[in-house]
């Protein structure tokens, strides 16, 4: 569930308006369900290998079973699950070493997998991060960076090479900056309306902070792989839904949510679009944040900023050094 933002187009087809990605191979984290799952269908319509990057194996099960009743065609593309747990950073280097020995290249890495919410009841990962960075931010940085090796050398091949980082328009309401420590990492802004929410903001910055950070690294070192930031828009996903069923009069939410949401079919439009349209069209170039419905949208200037961008990253290989990652 991901507020703000414009409407996805209504009139916007993948498998037709986007070309085939037949050879092509990708990774989509989280996409067991949600945005995530169908970010994977549109892909594996348009014939892509695409890895189901999850933890939990029943869950793929049951998603694998989903992606064949409703559908591969026309692509018919392979749908594969790949075990990835991105709440520990060693787990996260784990999988993408392991992938690596699999494949011998990978045209499209989109990091989706996010806690959206805590329940509430934050709690911390092996490194003593909390679960909404780890998950959200620090689980996709390792497994990245771990990956862009093999990205570069498909790139190199005359490949259109992509990461793809999943957003959040969000980003532009956290009031607090600070990213230097791991205090400041888990902070759990108490006064806040909707603490859960906020935790999610602040992990949601962090990733802009970092996209932002790594397209000009690629770029400075000339690299022919391209990032770019995805935002959903107002989606009702599966997890959105499985969130409000926990409230009391679920189903009034739920069906009053359905009136001024998008279904998430939808709010994988920006994200297969930023994955996939063709680099000349004037919208996919390095950085570029991709806005519903498919235009290129402007980040807040808290996830422009130069200092903040350092400090997250100084931060981070201080964390993951401290532990050996």
């Known amino acids: 569930m991901v507020f703000g933002g414009a409407a ?10 986007l070309p ?5 191979v990708a990774i989509v984290t989280g996409s067991s369900s949600g945005i995530g799952f169908a970010t994977l269908q ?15 194996e029943p869950r793929t099960r049951e998603a694998l079973d989903r992606v064949e009743r409703e559908g591969r065609e026309p692509g018919m593309g392979e749908v594969i699950w790949h075990k990835l747990d991105l709440k520990d950073p060693r787990e996260a280097k784990a999988s993408a070493e392991a992938f690596l020995a699999l494949e011998d290249r990978l045209d499209i890495l989109i990091n989706n997998a996010a806690l959206i919410t ?7 990962n092996p490194q003593g991060v909390q679960d909404n960075m780890a998950i959200n931010y620090l689980g996709p940085y390792v497994f990245t960076k771990t990956l862009l090796p093999l990205l570069e050398r498909t790139a190199e091949s005359g490949a259109d090479a992509r ?18 420590s791991l205090k400041d990492w888990n902070h759990k802004f108490p006064i806040s309306f909707l ?19 790594l397209s000009k690294t690629l770029q400075k070192k000339g690299s022919r792989v391209i990032l770019l930031i995805s935002h959903p828009g107002a989606i009702l996903s599966d997890g959105a839904v499985r969130s409000l069923k926990t409230l009391p009069l679920s189903p009034v939410f739920i069906w009053g949510m359905s009136k001024i949401m998008f279904p998430q079919t939808m709010g994988a439009y920006s994200t ?11 919208i996919i170039e390095n950085g570029a944040y991709i806005f ?9 200037k808290n996830a422009l900023n130069e200092k903040s961008q350092k400090e997250l990253a100084d931060a981070t290989e201080k964390i993951l050094a401290e532990h050996g990652i």
């Open 195 to 213: 603490p859960t929410l906020s935790r999610y903001k602040f992990s949601k910055l962090a990733v802009h902070l970092w996209s932002n950070d």
């Open 118 to 124: 805590d329940l509430g009841r934050p709690t911390m």
């Open 163 to 180: 990461i793809v980082n999943v957003g959040s328009h969000g980003h532009a309401d956290v009031n607090f900056h600070k990213f230097g």
């Open 42 to 56: 549109h892909l594996a319509r348009m014939g892509a290998k695409v890895y189901m990057t999850v933890p939990d």
């Open 292 to 300: 519903p419905p498919n235009v290129k949208g402007q980040q807040a």
């Open 20 to 24: 085939s990605m037949a050879g092509k």
């Open 272 to 282: 297969v679009f930023a994955a996939c349209a063709p680099r000349d069209n004037g």
């Open 8 to 17: 996805p187009s209504r009139t916007f087809d993948p498998v037709r308006d």
